[in-house]
């Protein structure tokens, strides 16, 4: 079965850190692209970052260039998004989506699969 779960949200307070996870099963990553998003309530769907399949170029939007960084860990099938400076605007359910030719973060749509999603809160 292909699955991907993603884990690692939670509360936390502003300026602090997470690390969540995007884990991989009945698939092999190594040959997908992975991109992140989220979305807030009563918001649109965003890209928050993004990492090739085999020469890991990665892109980051704008609102988290500098706080966040992505990874991918081919042993473990598992791609992280490490997010540091968290600010209330950071609130939102995150979401890993995965695709073999996926080139970017701009067409959602073209990602094969998606996660369940995992809640990140930003809140004192």
């Known amino acids: 079965q292909v699955q991907l779960v993603e884990s690692g949200g939670g509360l936390v307070q502003p300026g602090g850190s997470l690390r969540l996870s995007c884990a991989a099963s009945?698939?092999?990553?190594?040959?997908?692209?992975i991109g992140w998003f989220r979305q807030a309530p009563g918001k649109e769907r965003e890209g928050v970052s993004y990492?090739?399949?085999?020469?890991?170029?990665?892109y980051y939007a704008d609102s988290v260039k500098g706080r966040f960084t992505i990874s991918r860990d081919n042993a473990k099938n598992t791609v992280y998004l490490q997010m540091n400076s968290l600010k209330r605007e950071d609130t939102a359910v995150y979401y890993c989506?995965?695709?073999?030719?996926?080139?970017?973060?701009?067409?959602?749509?073209?990602?094969?699969?998606w996660g369940q999603g995992t809640q990140v809160t930003v809140s004192s």
């Open positions: 989506a995965a695709d073999p030719w996926a080139k970017g973060l701009v067409y959602p749509d073209e990602y094969d699969y």
């Open positions: 009945g698939f092999t990553l190594d040959y997908y692209a």
């Open positions: 990492i090739s399949s085999r020469d890991g170029i990665t």
